[in-house]
C-alpha cells in the first residue's frame, strides 16, 4: 500500500536528448504591461498538448512523513489516458498504473495486488485526488486554468511579469499568507484574527485565487499558484527547466508542491528522453494470482 501511495503522490504531484535551457529567475527591473497584454502574449505562446508523450523521469518526493528518490517511464496519449511505470534503482519494475479521465488502475508488483476503480473511489482509498487533465497539463507546462475570458490584475515580481486573479485584494493577500513561500515583496501578514475572518468569507464564496508567472522575453509560464482558500489548500508548479524547440519548449524540470494546514508534499521531475511521436504501448494486464487490494 505505501509504494502504492508514493506512486500515486507522484501522479497527483505532477507528479533529455535535448539541450536543456535552465528558466532565468533573475531580478531585473521590467516595463510595465497591463494585465491584457500579458495575458494576451502568454496565450499566444502556447501550443496545442501533443497527441502523444513519453519519457523518463527521476522523482525527488518529499512526503510529511519521509523521503523517496525512484525512476519512472510515462507515457500519455492527450485527453485518454497516462502509462506510468515506477522503476527503483534497482531497475526492476514494482508498480504501474493506467490513469483515465474517470478511473485508476494500480498494480503493486511486489505484493501481487491490484487496485480497479473509478477517480472518486480512488481519492477515498488512497487520499488522493488522480486527475489526468491536471497531471498531463504539468507534464506539457501548461498555465492550468488561465482564461482568456478572465479579468486579471499585472505586476512584477523576480524578474517576472505576475497575474493574478481579480479576488478581492484581501482573498489575494490571505492566499499569499498561507502558501509555504510568501513571495510579495515588502508585505506584511495579516493579523491572525483577521486572518481568520478572511478565510471565513472566503468559504462563503468558494474563493480561489490563481497567479501566474510569465517570463519576460519568450512569455512562458514559469509558475503556477492556485489557492482554495475555502480549503486552506494550495498546489504550486514550477516549470524550472525547458528544452529545445525539438520538443515544443517542453517543461523538462517540474517542481510540484501541495500544501494543506500541517501538511506539505512536494516532487521534483527531471524528465529526459522525451518523445512526441505516436503510437505509444500502454499495456496493462493483471495477473491471474494478483489479488484486489484491501
Request: net charge positive; proline share 6%.
Amino acid at each position: 500500500m505505501m509504494r502504492t501511495r508514493i506512486a500515486l503522490m507522484a501522479l497527483a504531484l505532477l507528479a533529455t536528448a535535448c539541450k536543456n535551457r535552465r528558466i532565468s529567475i533573475i531580478n531585473r527591473d521590467l516595463p510595465p504591461r497591463s494585465a491584457e497584454r500579458v495575458l494576451e502574449q502568454a496565450l499566444d505562446v502556447q501550443r496545442p498538448a501533443p497527441r502523444y508523450y513519453s519519457g523518463r523521469a527521476s522523482v525527488e518526493l518529499t512526503l510529511p512523513d519521509q523521503s523517496r528518490s525512484f525512476k519512472a517511464h510515462i507515457r500519455s496519449v492527450h485527453d485518454s489516458a497516462a502509462w506510468v511505470s515506477v522503476v527503483p534503482l534497482l531497475g526492476i519494475e514494482v508498480a504501474r498504473l493506467l490513469l483515465t479521465p474517470d478511473s485508476l488502475k494500480v498494480m503493486d508488483k511486489v505484493s501481487d495486488r491490484y487496485f480497479v476503480g473509478d477517480t472518486s473511489t480512488a481519492r477515498r482509498k488512497f487520499g488522493l485526488p488522480p486527475d489526468l487533465k491536471l497531471f498531463q497539463q504539468a507534464l506539457t507546462g501548461a498555465a492550468i486554468g488561465l482564461d482568456p475570458n478572465e479579468k486579471y490584475r499585472s505586476d512584477r515580481e523576480e524578474g517576472h511579469y505576475v497575474l493574478t486573479s481579480r479576488e478581492k485584494r484581501r482573498f489575494v493577500r490571505a492566499a499569499e499568507d498561507i502558501s509555504p513561500g510568501d513571495t510579495l515583496a515588502r508585505d506584511r501578514d495579516m493579523r491572525e484574527r483577521r486572518l481568520e475572518r478572511t478565510l471565513r468569507r472566503a468559504e462563503e464564496r468558494d474563493a480561489t485565487v490563481q497567479r501566474y508567472w510569465i517570463e519576460p522575453d519568450s512569455f512562458r509560464v514559469a509558475r503556477v499558484q492556485i489557492v482554495d482558500l475555502a480549503h486552506d489548500r494550495t498546489a504550486e508548479l514550477r516549470y524550472e527547466e525547458r528544452g529545445g524547440a525539438d520538443i515544443n519548449h517542453l517543461p523538462t524540470r517540474i517542481r510540484i508542491t501541495l500544501s494543506e494546514p500541517g501538511k506539505v508534499a512536494s516532487a521534483v521531475l527531471e524528465m529526459t528522453r522525451i518523445e512526441l511521436e505516436g503510437p505509444v504501448q500502454m499495456s496493462f494486464r493483471i495477473p491471474e494470482k494478483y489479488e484486489p487490494m484491501p
